[in-house]
């Protein structure tokens, strides 16, 4: 499986303020990037904390786009995938629409009452982990069910897991042109942080992009600090 994670963050490095309320980073170039990156994508992933901040639809916003997909034999849009350990996912969660399939990866330790409720909503829930998902078990359950091409549109503590588990081949990131600050608002990798060992980076493309600098890097490693 491929894995990119794509992102839009501030100058500062915020993804968006710390209410978590979302906040429009990209311009419209950006997001029709990141529509044609959807579009090329098997699913589209999310940890549940995006899904309680933004309720996202994670669809491809462009018919034409959606047409080529069919076309080629593939449905409409991408799958939608949340990592949700305890299936904290809202039944009325407008990823739960029948707009595309839409996994939710729960840990063995959610309940089953969640877990049937999910299924009833529309979900196609599934099982990796114990406690907490284990991601690297989640990411072949997606590959048993298709999934080559895998996008992850945040947040920030799903990143980090991603980046932990070294399961990300690439990352684009967007950065925008204003200040977001706070020191409780996501980054582009919250959880624990790394300390001895960090993900290293390989800078292949930096272009501008609206009034923002698009930076796509290629996951080559890790590197160890002096
Ligand atoms: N600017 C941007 O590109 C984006 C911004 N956002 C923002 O990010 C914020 C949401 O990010 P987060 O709170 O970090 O939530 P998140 O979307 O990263 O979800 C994290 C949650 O996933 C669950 N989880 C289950 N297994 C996990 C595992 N193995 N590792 C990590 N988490 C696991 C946990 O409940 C955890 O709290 C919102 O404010 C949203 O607006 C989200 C996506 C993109
Ligand atoms: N690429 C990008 N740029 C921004 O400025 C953003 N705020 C986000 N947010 C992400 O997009 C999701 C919303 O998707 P829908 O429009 O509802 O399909 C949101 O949940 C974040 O993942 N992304």
Do not use: C, W
Not at 139 to 150: D, I, P, W
Not at 152 to 170: M, Q
């Amino acid at each position: 499986m491929h894995v990119v994670v794509n992102a839009a963050a501030s100058a500062d490095g915020k993804l968006s303020t710390r209410r978590r309320e979302q906040v429009t980073i990209s311009g419209p170039d950006d997001f029709a990037r990141v529509d044609r990156l959807r579009a090329a994508s098997d699913a589209v992933l999310v940890g549940v904390g995006t899904v309680l901040a933004d309720d996202p639809h994670l669809t491809v916003d462009d018919p034409a786009l959606r047409e080529e997909r069919e076309t080629r034999g593939d449905a409409g849009n991408p799958a939608r995938v949340v990592v949700d350990s305890s299936g904290r996912t809202p039944l009325d969660a407008r990823i739960l629409d029948d707009a595309a399939t839409t996994y939710v990866v729960v840990a063995r330790d959610a309940t089953a009452d969640r877990k049937a409720s999910l299924a009833d909503a529309g979900a196609e829930v599934l099982v990796a982990g114990d406690e907490r998902v284990e991601l690297s078990a989640a990411l072949s359950k997606l590959g048993e069910r298709g999934v080559e091409e895998l996008m992850v549109e945040g947040g920030g503590e799903i990143i980090y897991s991603l980046f932990a588990a070294g399961l990300v081949d690439e990352l684009s990131l967007y950065v925008g042109s204003l200040v977001i600050g706070g020191r409780e608002a996501p980054t582009l990798a919250d959880g624990p942080g790394f300390v001895e060992s960090f993900p290293q980076l390989s800078l292949r493309e930096v272009g501008r992009v609206d009034d923002g600098v698009l930076l796509r890097y290629d996951v080559v490693g890790s590197i160890e600090s002096s």
